[in-house]
């Protein structure tokens, strides 16, 4: 097996047939962060919101729903070619969405956060819809 990056040719283990075998590397460490920081964020934003007294039976509700969408809209890595001569690379794509979501956080995650973002510190630009 080649070093990530790195492609060779050979055999492939799974299908037997000969070409390049190439192992893409992994999730840059910022990409990881972010979505880290990003599913963190919105976890704390939501249940912030739920947690204070007083709110409208609506608030909750609505936090029940946006915690079953991040819940079906969560990252998956993947491998994918951007060309026919360029190398695979690995990324990480909603889900749900898949690759119609743009990159993750996804469209309707991105959506989700954008109205806690009013009460909630930490939201960051590149999060917006
Ligand atoms: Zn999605």
Known sequence: MPEPGQSITGTCKSCGRYGVVYEPPGIPADAQ????A??????????????RFG?????GYRAEADVALLGWHQPVEIVRTTGRWRAPEAA????????RGGPYPCRTLRM?????????????REWLP
């Not at 962060?33 to 880290?36: E, K, L, Y």
């Not at 599913?39 to 934003?45: D, G, I, M, P, T």
């Not at 990480?92 to 690759?99: D, L, N, V």
């Not at 973002?117 to 939201?123: A, E, K, L, M, T």
């Open 33 to 36: 962060a972010s979505t880290a």
């Open 38 to 51: 990003f599913l963190q964020w919105l976890k704390e934003a939501i249940a912030d919101r739920v947690g």
């Open 55 to 59: 709110e409208p039976l609506f608030v």
């Open 92 to 99: 990480q794509e909603c889900r749900e969405c898949g690759s």
């Open 112 to 124: 989700v956060a954008a109205p806690y973002r009013f009460d909630f510190p930490g939201h960051r």
